[in-house]
């Protein structure tokens, strides 16, 4: 997939995007992570032809997309953006009601799904139906923006910067909500940010893009955090890796000790995050922490142990149950891609 802006001066710079190709995989949360200008937003509007590609092809379940009529397609493709785009002077409910109304949903189809919707993004639908934009907080203004492009149950959610309107607070619990919401209606999602932070957090893969929307890596956020493939995503990653390890990584029975006999406490549990396994010896001024699976005690850990698991995940060696760590991922036999956007 291709594009070349039409203007002397994007004429240039080069293609905007430079014949990437890429899959989505059914369920998961694909996100796009790079330098301003490295092509990410072209390339998300390219999936729901916004931006038309000058060469390749999109494909929707299956679908080639590429020519069909594009505000039909755009009506089966969710879109969120940073500015939510919300009609002013429209209610609520008939902001989120816009694509049903569109698709020929009658009246009451039409307002138990706005209900629907509103509940699930959190919005009480008899406090919030009748008000208008203005009436609204930022992050409130984002979950309509999240619940129209709901609204028909798309294959498919594009977001730009959804959260990037919304303070660093507001932030952190739209993305957690929002991640919810995604494991609640199983939606593919492809999504746009600038912010590694965001990147790893939310995603089941996360792309990083350089210039051109060259793919540097495509992995599991572990991976990346863990093994940069390259000097652009060592660069991204760079300050507060290891702050993101302890986060990403669980403590896997490979970091254990021997069960100790003086282990006071409640202990962590295996598969923890290793930044609260670190906590534990924070707050409970200990050398040694029992490690439990159920009920079973089966092994300690002292600090040195965080450390070295924080060296396994950052060996060479590919991580194996980086799926598995990262949540939700994607659904067993989910290869068959869902939007693919091949060169
Ligand atoms: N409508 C346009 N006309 C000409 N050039 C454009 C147009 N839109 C984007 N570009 C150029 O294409 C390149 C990629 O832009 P794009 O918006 O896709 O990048 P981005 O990675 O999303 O950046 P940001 O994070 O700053 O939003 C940039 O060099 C940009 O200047």
């Known amino acids: 997939m291709r594009k070349e802006y039409d203007s002397a001066r994007a004429a240039a710079r080069g293609a905007a995007v430079d014949d990437l190709s890429l899959d989505v995989r059914p369920g998961e949360v694909l996100v796009l992570v790079g330098p301003s200008g490295c092509g990410k937003s072209t390339t998300l509007r390219m999936a729901n032809r916004l931006v038309e590609p000058t060469s390749g092809r999109i494909l929707l379940e299956g679908e080639d997309v590429t020519h069909v009529d594009a505000v039909a397609l755009r009506r089966r493709v969710g879109y969120v953006i940073q500015h939510v785009g919300l009609f002013p002077h429209r209610t609520v409910a008939q902001n989120v009601a816009t694509v049903p109304r569109l698709v020929g949903w009658d009246r009451k189809r039409t307002a138990s799904r706005v209900d629907e919707l509103l509940a699930l993004v959190g919005l009480e639908p008899a406090r919030y ?25 798309p294959p498919v959610l594009l977001m730009d910067e959804p959260f990037g309107a919304v303070d660093p607070v507001g932030r952190r619990r739209l993305q957690a909500e929002f991640a919810r919401i995604q494991r609640e209606v199983g939606t593919t999602v492809m999504l ?10 939310m995603a089941d893969r996360v792309a990083v893009l350089s210039r051109g929307a060259h793919i540097e890596q495509l992995a599991s956020p572990l991976d990346i955090v863990a093994r940069p493939a390259t000097d652009a995503v060592a660069d991204l990653v760079g300050r507060g890796r290891i702050a993101r390890l302890l986060a990403l990584g669980r ?28 906590a534990a010896f924070v707050t409970g001024d ?58």
Do not use: C, F, M, N
Not at 255 to 278: F, I, M, N
């Open 129 to 153: 139906a009748r008000r208008y934009p203005h009436e609204l907080s930022g992050g409130e203004r984002q979950r309509v923006g999240v619940a129209r492009a709901l609204a028909t149950d």
């Open 192 to 201: 746009v940010t600038h912010d590694i932070d965001e990147a790893v957090r």
């Open 251 to 278: 403590l896997d029975r490979a970091d254990l000790d021997a069960p100790a006999s003086g282990g006071a406490g409640d202990g962590v549990e295996l598969g923890a995050e290793l930044g609260d396994v670190l």
């Open 286 to 343: 200990r050398a040694s922490v029992p490690v439990r699976e159920g009920s079973t005690v089966v092994g300690s850990v002292t600090p040195a142990s965080v450390l070295r698991a924080l060296r396994r995940l950052t060996d060479d060696a590919p991580d194996t149950t980086g799926a598995a760590e990262t949540g939700a991922g994607p659904t067993e036999g989910a290869d068959e891609p869902v939007g693919t956007l091949p060169s």
